[in-house]
């Protein structure tokens, strides 16, 4: 029996084949890896919650600590979530403000998916009173507005089964 194009892309996905070095300074997109979107030309779109997020401040070295939500509508590739995993460890000792952090993971799945969309929110505990919660959107530059509704729809669909999955586990 053969594999599926998609099963046929596994075969690159190295991060769960080995065993794992943990870096956590160095946020270095080499680390993501990707798989043949297994649904191409259909409408879905995926979630994936980091709750466990960290980097330090650049200023004061103190820890910092959020949640990532990370959502997109695939283009060719998705992301694998182990290498995901790793990736976002390695800003745990990197200084950055929230606001960098969350853009430079847009840019970085951006550059490494090429997604038709991506929104990456960071929702980041309160230091001195303030909780700062940035948002970074990606879109596909061949992206028109009808296909960009779509995508709307879709990660809209996803914060309703997130919240409706919370109400009734």
Known sequence: MSQTPALDSLNTLNALKRHTEYRYDDPDAGVLEV????????????ALACAEFTSLCPVTGQPDYGRLYISYVPG??????????LYLMR????????????????????????PRYLRVYGD?????????????????PDLDRQEEERCLGLLSQLVE?????RANP
């Open 35 to 46: 798989f043949d979107n297994p649904r191409p030309g259909k409408s879905w779109a995926v």
């Open 76 to 85: 060719q590739l998705c992301v694998e979530s182990k290498s995901l995993k």
């Open 91 to 114: 800003f745990r000792n990197h200084g950055a403000f929230h606001e960098d952090c969350v853009n430079r993971v847009a840019d970085d799945l951006e550059a490494t998916l090429a």
């Open 124 to 140: 980041f505990n309160a230091r001195g009173g303030i909780a700062i919660r940035p948002l970074a959107v990606r879109s596909a």
């Open 161 to 165: 089964a997130g919240a409706d999955a």
